[in-house]
């Protein structure tokens, strides 16, 4: 699975109706959590005993892999979000529709990759704070610049992408614009919010 090491597989079934007893979800949230997630099953462990070579980290003990059975492609977010809280564990989501895969995970925020054929994760690090956090910028293809932590890269990535999306916007509007002056005053926004975007 994954490409990861035999020594990490495993085949535990996480049953639905676990989660619902454990966490005190209400009806109204089991039958939205069951409009989307089919099954659920940890497929491998990723700890010091599983393999060896590796230490624990500061941070992380263990890293699970949580494979998820869609009913649908178009899930909610929300589903997978909630799992990675309520559960107290690194999770690492294999996300399945057909034929089709999507990894996920939560790290101040749900990074996903594109969906396509079963990708191969590499366990990479030091330890197993080094391991997640390589896994954590595979997914969300994050590049950490000198000097930041991968926690505030991601802030600054989504920050990026908001200014992005405010040019989008603005461009757009710009080329619905017919009065002169309004025109003018976009195009002058838009200078402004390349250059910030440039030195940001």
Same mark, same amino acid.
């Given at each position: 699975?994954?490409?990861? #090491?035999?020594?990490?597989? %495993?085949?535990?079934?996480? #049953?639905?109706?676990?989660?619902?007893?454990?966490? &005190?979800?209400?009806?109204?949230?089991?039958?939205?959590?069951?409009?989307?997630?089919?099954?659920?099953?940890? +497929?491998?462990?990723?700890?010091?005993?599983? *393999?060896?070579?590796?230490?624990?980290?500061? !941070?992380?003990?263990?890293?699970?892999? %949580?494979? *998820?059975?869609?009913?649908?492609?178009?899930?909610?977010? !929300?589903?997978?979000? /909630?799992?990675?809280?309520?559960?107290?564990?690194?999770?690492?989501?294999?996300?399945?529709?057909?034929?089709?895969?999507?990894?996920?995970?939560?790290? @101040? !925020? /749900?990074?996903?990759?594109? =969906?396509?054929?079963?990708?191969?994760?590499?366990?990479?690090?030091?330890?197993?704070?080094?391991? =997640?956090?390589?896994?954590?910028?595979?997914?969300?293809?994050?590049?950490? &610049?000198?000097?930041? @932590? %991968? +926690?505030?890269?991601?802030?600054?990535?989504?920050?990026?992408?908001? /200014?992005?999306?405010?040019?989008?916007? /603005?461009?757009?509007?710009?080329? @619905?614009?017919?009065?002169?002056?309004?025109?003018?005053?976009?195009?002058?926004?838009?200078?402004?919010?390349?250059?910030?975007?440039?030195?940001?």
């Amino acid at each position: 699975m994954l490409g990861l #090491p035999k020594s990490t597989e %495993l085949s535990q079934a996480l #049953p639905k109706a676990r989660i619902y007893a454990k966490f &005190e979800l209400s009806s109204t949230q089991k039958e939205r959590f069951d409009e989307d997630v089919s099954r659920m099953t940890i +497929v491998n462990v990723i700890s010091e005993r599983t *393999v060896p070579a590796l230490h624990a980290g500061e !941070k992380v003990e263990s890293i699970y892999v %949580l494979e *998820v059975q869609l009913k649908k492609k178009d899930y909610d977010l !929300k589903k997978i979000q /909630l799992l990675s809280k309520l559960i107290p564990q690194k999770l690492l989501f294999l996300l399945r529709y057909n034929d089709e895969t999507q990894l996920a995970i939560f790290h @101040t !925020k /749900l990074l996903m990759s594109d =969906w396509g054929a079963e990708p191969e994760i590499t366990v990479s690090g030091l330890d197993l704070d080094d391991v =997640w956090d390589n896994i954590v910028k595979t997914i969300g293809t994050i590049e950490v &610049e000198e000097g930041n @932590t %991968l +926690v505030e890269q991601i802030a600054i990535d989504d920050d990026r992408a908001k /200014l992005k999306r405010q040019i989008e916007q /603005l461009e757009k509007k710009a080329r @619905t614009e017919k009065q002169p002056k309004k025109k003018f005053e976009i195009y002058k926004e838009i200078i402004e919010l390349k250059e910030f975007l440039q030195n940001s």
